[in-house]
């Protein structure tokens, strides 16, 4: 979530975009990327469309090449919003090596309100050294009695976020928050059995999600669409539009041949079988209270 501090603190950010099928950090696209003005190269553990781990053994190690190569000193920030809560905690992912074991990662965020299962409002950003937070960008004032320190544009604050996150480390322990995130795993795999079992989908990424949070991203089945790969995966609709496609539009996206449809209980029919887009399917869950979010793909 680069573009708040990118705008106020005026850095220009170059983004490194997926590409359809792989939903990880391209390494030598973002290695490509630095340059002598590079400030940090930013991955994400447990990105936000598929839950992946983005490969940071790799990214530090083609990073110290270039980095010695050039003379540069350029690190890595870790986005582990998501992952910071489950990598560490889930047995079969302990070998995964993405944090200051490796001497370029120096800087880690992870919010406490994902798998760190408290309220919005507490995130974590911890430095693998002093001297990667430099005093310049905090403020120390002598108050009430005593100096404090903080580094936010705000002053006073609730510290309900912190005594949460405290409790729960408490309450659950290490053992306690494996057993959650591996609950969450064993539940990812029943979705993903039962959702491909209607024949109606296919997963995106990973299917045991070895490396990644336990969410899962399905897309439309082409056939079960009964439209072009693009239009099945969102990229005919958008949100703020009609979802359903009219039976004429499904009908010409269908190509030559394809019989006309029908609208069968708000949802297009064609061929028999009903055509829908996956923002169709979200708007459905929507109105029974699940917020699950549709996103075109590349
Ligand atoms: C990869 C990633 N980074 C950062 C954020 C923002 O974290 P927070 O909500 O704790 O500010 C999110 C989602 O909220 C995310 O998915």
Redesign the pocket.
């Given at each position: 979530?680069l573009p708040a501090p990118c705008r106020y603190l005026d850095i220009e950010e170059v983004i490194i975009p997926h590409t359809r099928g792989c939903y990880t950090l391209n390494v030598d696209a973002a290695v490509a990327a630095v340059d002598e003005n590079t400030i940090a190269v930013a991955c994400?553990v447990?990105?936000?469309y598929t839950g992946s781990y983005d490969d940071v053994a790799t990214l530090n190690q083609r990073l110290t090449e270039v980095n010695e190569r050039n003379g540069w000193d350029v690190g890595i920030h870790v986005?582990a919003?998501?992952g910071g809560f489950v990598a560490p905690f889930v047995t079969a992912q302990k070998d995964i090596v993405w944090d200051f074991r490796l001497p370029l990662v120096r800087s880690i965020n992870a919010?406490g309100?994902k798998y760190g299962l408290c309220y919005p409002g507490i995130?974590w950003v911890v430095f693998a050294d002093q001297k990667y937070c430099p005093e310049e960008l905090g403020f120390s004032v002598s108050y009430l009695g005593g100096k404090q320190n903080h580094m936010s544009l705000n002053f006073s604050r609730s510290a309900s976020g912190v005594a949460g996150q405290y409790y729960m480390f408490l309450r659950l322990g290490i053992d306690g928050y494996r057993r959650v995130i591996e609950g969450c795993f064993m539940v990812r795999q029943y979705l993903v059995t039962q959702l491909l079992e209607t024949g109606w989908f296919e997963l995106l990424g990973d299917p045991t999600q070895s490396t990644g949070v336990p969410c899962l991203t399905l897309s439309l089945r082409q056939k079960v669409a009964g439209l072009p790969v693009e239009a099945a995966s969102g990229a005919g609709s958008s949100l703020g539009q009609p979802l359903n496609p009219k039976p004429a539009e499904a009908a010409a996206g269908a190509g030559a041949g394809a019989a006309a449809g029908t609208v069968h209980r708000n949802v297009v029919h064609f061929n028999g079988k009903p055509t829908f887009t996956v923002y169709d399917l979200c708007q459905r869950l929507k109105e029974r209270m699940w917020v699950i979010p549709g996103e075109y793909c590349v």
């Open positions: 979530m994400i447990g990105n936000t986005d919003a998501s919010s309100h995130g």
